[in-house]
């Protein structure tokens, strides 16, 4: 099983500013690698797939780039509706599988 | 608008049996992959099962392979999630998800269903 690991899990920042979070996975799986947005008490939000292609709707605050096993989620300027739990997966392969989570909070 | 509503979550005995539904509209069900997701409390994300378009095609995590039966009714614009001898570790929303793009995505989700294994 191909294994996602996050970090960090937790980020605590102000408004406005940039946050970055990155995703690992154990096996090369080239750019097959969404993000999602989860609230408290919501269903999970896709905000990205094949590694950078932004979802429909989504605010172009929030970028992905990387390939083979290392990924990164940007949001360039932090808004107030940010705060959430992020969790990349792997597109790839059965099992299909989650990194643990980063839970971004507002200052 | 897409929209995915589950069904059938509830309380159940260690070792019983519980059927969920997802209902599908706006969608064109029959040509998209759909799976089952689930989060225990205050858990991350992990994924349970896939069946292709046709439904010819099934996948399981290991932790429910020979327990759990995904299946669909494409007339009826419906998944279902055949889930037996359940254990305490099984307990935890359950969300169904649409296939979504670049590769096996998620990108529409049900509102989940609450799935409690207890005595």
């Known amino acids: 099983d191909i294994q996602m690991t996050q970090s960090p899990s937790s980020v605590s920042a102000y408004v406005g500013d940039r946050v970055t979070i990155t995703c690992r996975a154990s096996?090369?799986?080239?750019?097959?690698l969404a993000w999602y947005q989860q609230k408290p008490g919501k269903a999970p939000k896709l905000l990205i797939y094949?590694?950078?292609t932004l979802q429909s709707g989504v605010p172009s605050r929030f970028s992905g780039s990387g390939s083979g096993t290392d990924f990164t989620l940007t949001i360039s300027s932090l808004q107030p509706e940010d705060s959430a739990t992020y969790y990349c997966?792997?597109?790839?392969?059965?099992?299909?599988?989650f990194g643990g989570g980063t839970k971004v909070e507002i200052k | 608008e897409v929209q995915l509503v589950e069904s059938g979550g509830g309380l159940v005995q260690p070792g019983g049996s519980l059927r969920l539904s997802c209902a599908a509209s706006?969608?064109?069900?029959?040509?998209?992959?759909m799976r089952w997701v689930r989060q225990a409390p205050g858990k991350g994300l992990e994924w349970v099962s896939d069946?292709?378009?046709?439904?010819?095609?099934?996948y399981y995590a290991d932790s429910v392979q020979g327990r759990f039966t995904i299946s669909r009714d494409n007339s009826k614009d419906t998944l279902y999630l055949q889930m037996n001898s359940l254990r305490a570790d099984d307990t935890a929303v359950y969300y169904c998800?649409?296939?979504?793009?670049?590769?096996?995505?998620?990108?529409?989700w049900g509102q989940g269903t609450l799935v409690t294994v207890s005595s």
């Open positions: 998800a649409k296939d979504g793009s670049g590769g096996k995505t998620f990108d529409y």
């Open positions: 706006g969608i064109t069900f029959s040509t998209y992959a």
């Open positions: 069946i292709s378009a046709s439904g010819s095609g099934t």
């Open positions: 096996q090369v799986i080239g750019a097959w």
């Open positions: 094949a590694a950078s």
């Open positions: 997966q792997q597109a790839n392969t059965f099992p299909l599988t």
